[in-house]
């Protein structure tokens, strides 16, 4: 399950960097263009980066999609628990069991509801405006993202019910950087 978890990780980092590069990119070309230097604004002008909007779009609608999936894995996701943290352990622990079930059940639908469609779409000729791109491929990233966020539900589930524990998140915490006077 790490090396699943090393891939997702690494998709949403690629995404981003992919993302990051692309924009900067468009926005150094544009800057550059402005400059009235004989040969060189000719031939920046004639690179045509229309398609930059398009794909950063796309890059986004991937990584919002995978990356509520990794917050449902490590915790990150805002949650209002006021009320279930004062019930006691038996009801604390059936409420959040059927919040991961309501998420388990929303995800699952909206993975087969995304999936039916990717299903009739693809067999469209429909493309992308700029990248012209077979749309289905964009959005994929809709089943595919609702079932590894199903997924992540029922683990987050499954690891609550054997263990009594939800994945938290500690906002002060940053991987890789050891506390002071505590020996790595």
Not at 1 to 10: G, I, R, V
Not at 69 to 83: F, N, P, Q, S
Not at 164 to 180: F, I, K, N, R
Request: aromatic share 14%; hydrophobic share 50%.
């Amino acid at each position: 399950m790490k090396y699943f978890d090393y891939l997702e990780e690494a998709f949403i980092a690629l995404l981003m960097a992919a993302a990051t590069v692309i924009i900067f990119t468009a926005v150094l070309h544009r800057y550059l263009s402005g400059f009235a230097i004989p040969g060189l604004q000719d031939w920046l002008l004639g690179i045509n980066l229309s398609w930059v909007q398009e794909l950063c779009i796309y890059l986004f609608v991937w990584m919002a999609k995978f990356g509520a999936a990794y917050g449902v894995r490590t915790g990150i996701h805002v949650g209002v628990d006021v009320l279930v943290n004062r019930l006691d352990e038996k009801n604390r622990r059936i409420f959040v069991l059927i919040a991961l079930g309501a998420g388990m059940l929303f995800t699952g639908i909206v993975g087969t509801l995304g999936a039916s469609f990717v299903w009739h779409i693809a067999h469209t000729d429909q493309t992308s405006p700029d990248l012209e791109v077979p749309i289905w491929i964009v959005y994929l990233a809709v089943p595919l993202g609702s079932y590894l966020m199903c997924f992540r539900f029922a683990q987050v589930a499954w690891q609550f019910i054997r263990g009594g524990e939800l994945p938290h998140h500690d906002h002060g915490h940053v991987d890789g950087l050891e506390e002071e006077g505590v020996p790595a």
